[in-house]
């Protein structure tokens, strides 16, 4: 009699419930904290589980990662209603505005910068105007691994330096920061090691050379120094500039010139111009 009862008893209790864990999170919950992170950690909870897998494909969760103007800038550099018309999600928007996407001709790449969600931009050399480019007794282009753009404009020597540049863009609201990419002496390789020719090196400590920047909303910027340590690249600053709009393009010149003609200079390779958020720019000068 009381095997029976307790028998009975056994098969009328209640089973006993599995664990609450991540894997029962709403995936709105999970995206909602997935939206206060970096993207590199959204990235790296989305292998957690089903529910974080999920969520970290959400589009209000990257939208909030991508500039307000990101419309505009998907149009401009990825190509606007096609990509739309593909079906791209905000995370996939994302990733390929952080690749280097390049345009005008492979003469320029642009980029997000993930710390900021802002604009970077790379001018090469052959998209510079630089006075005498096509004499070949005083420049050339040289191929070399050392740039992203795969050449360098050379300067064997000249008395008149000029290197003059503009780029019209729809930057996203923020400070920005202008560098000339340069380096005295032509680098190479002899036998797996890196070595820096500085023969033609003449010039660059008679006269400082004056860097410029103008917007077309009427900023305007200067500086000025002596170019040196040869054989490594440089970043010198031009200056920096503000963007409010979000919406309108923003014309940005710069120039880069030693045009005292009481003496030569020479022995310089010009990379590229950069364009950096500000607030990332010590980033950059440790390259």
Not at 66 to 88: A, D, H, M, S, W
Not at 144 to 154: D, K
Not at 202 to 224: E, I, Y
Request: with cysteine; aromatic share 12%; charged share 25%.
């Amino acid at each position: 009699m009381g095997l029976i009862f307790s028998s009975e008893s056994l098969r009328s209790a209640p089973p006993a419930r599995a664990a609450t864990g991540l894997g029962d999170l709403p995936e709105s919950c999970a995206a909602s904290v997935l939206a206060y992170l970096e993207p590199t950690d959204i990235c790296r909870l989305g292998r957690l589980n089903r529910a974080f897998r999920g969520a970290s494909w959400a589009d209000f969760v990257w939208e909030s990662k991508l500039p307000e103007n990101y419309g505009v800038l998907v149009e401009k550099v990825l190509g606007g209603g096609r990509v739309v018309g593909n079906g791209l999600s905000k995370r996939e928007m994302y990733t390929r505005l952080c690749r280097a996407n390049v345009f005008d001709g492979g003469t320029k790449r642009v980029w997000l910068d993930k710390c900021t969600s802002r604009v970077c931009i790379s001018i090469a050399s052959k998209g510079l105007a630089i006075t005498g480019i096509d004499d070949r007794r005083y420049w050339s282009h040289i191929p070399t691994e050392e740039s992203r753009f795969g050449t360098v404009a050379y300067l064997q020597q000249t008395w008149w330096f000029q290197v003059e540049g503009e780029m019209e863009f729809p930057f996203p609201a923020g400070s920005y920061s202008v560098f000339f990419r340069i380096q005295l002496g032509r680098a190479q390789r002899k036998f797996g090691r890196r070595i820096c020719n500085s023969e033609h090196v003449h010039g660059w400590d008679k006269k400082p050379v004056r860097f410029q920047l103008w917007t077309s909303d009427g900023q305007c910027a200067s500086s000025q120094c002596f170019l040196g340590e040869p054989g490594k690249w440089m970043n010198y600053h031009v200056g920096d500039f503000a963007v409010g709009s979000q919406h309108a393009s923003t014309k940005v010149k710069f120039s880069m010139t030693q045009i005292d003609c009481t003496h030569t200079k020479g022995g310089l390779c010009v990379d590229s111009v950069i364009i950096y958020p500000s607030e990332s720019k010590e980033r950059l000068m440790r390259f």
